[in-house]
């Protein structure tokens, strides 16, 4: 499947529906963290209105989703 064309803002609100929480801001990158057994995910998401497509790839490795399940969160 091949990655969705997104905003920062849509992507910060599916990953909140995933699970990961906003733990501060700095100017338009928002910092989220996901509390797991294993330990804490971490995610930086720059809010631009169309994330390129290498860098939405990064955010979904480090977030442990697929672009199938990010999706399905859309």
Do not use: C, W
């Amino acid at each position: 499947m091949k990655l969705p064309v997104v905003s920062g803002e849509k992507t910060v609100k599916a990953l909140y529906k995933a699970g990961f929480r906003v733990v501060r801001q700095k100017g338009s990158h928002v910092r989220m963290e996901k509390r797991t057994d294993e330990g804490t995910i971490k995610v930086t998401v720059p809010l631009h209105p169309v994330l390129k497509k290498g860098t939405l790839r990064i955010i979904l490795k480090q977030a442990g989703l697929t672009v199938e399940e990010f999706v399905k969160l859309l």
